[in-house]
Nanobody, 123 residues
Framework: QVQLVESGGGLVQAGGSLRLSCAASGRTFSSYAMGWFRQAPGKERDLVAAITSGGGSTYYADTVKGRFTISRDNAKNTVYLQMGSLKPEDTAVYYC????????????????WGQGTQVTVSS
């Protein structure tokens, strides 16, 4: 069982930066691939970035490539999403999620979810 708690969301102007954190409980965090998803009102939940259990491989959606960076610290049971050059279209609730084995893009493949944190980018 893994419990996830996101933090770091908020209101930021376009062009600004935010860093999201996701703290995980449990001693097996290092065995889970982690993903950051986002969902805007009326839209599907999409994978933004993901990282393998050991941190050696990452995935980014084309919409955030070059602007967002995912990282993890297995000693602290935490995964991060550094977001830069934010745009109004990045506005959404951001969720972290965990699954064992490989990174997948489909949110239905993830077993554990945080409660979400709101990110709002003003123009």
């Amino acid at each position: 069982q893994v419990q996830l708690v996101e933090s770091g969301g908020g209101l930021v102007q376009a062009g600004g930066s935010l860093r999201l954190s996701c703290a995980a409980s449990g001693r097996t965090f290092s065995s889970y691939a982690m993903g950051w998803f986002r969902q805007a009102p009326g839209k599907e939940r999409d994978l933004v970035a993901a990282i393998t259990s050991g941190g050696g491989s990452t995935y980014y959606a084309d919409t955030v490539k070059g602007r967002f960076t995912i990282s993890r610290d297995n000693a602290k049971n935490t995964v991060y999403l550094q977001m830069g050059s934010l745009k109004p279209e990045d506005t959404a609730v951001y969720y972290c999620a965990a699954r064992q084995s490989s990174i997948l893009r489909d949110y239905r493949a993830y077993d554990y979810w945080g409660q979400g944190t709101q990110v709002t980018v003003s123009s």
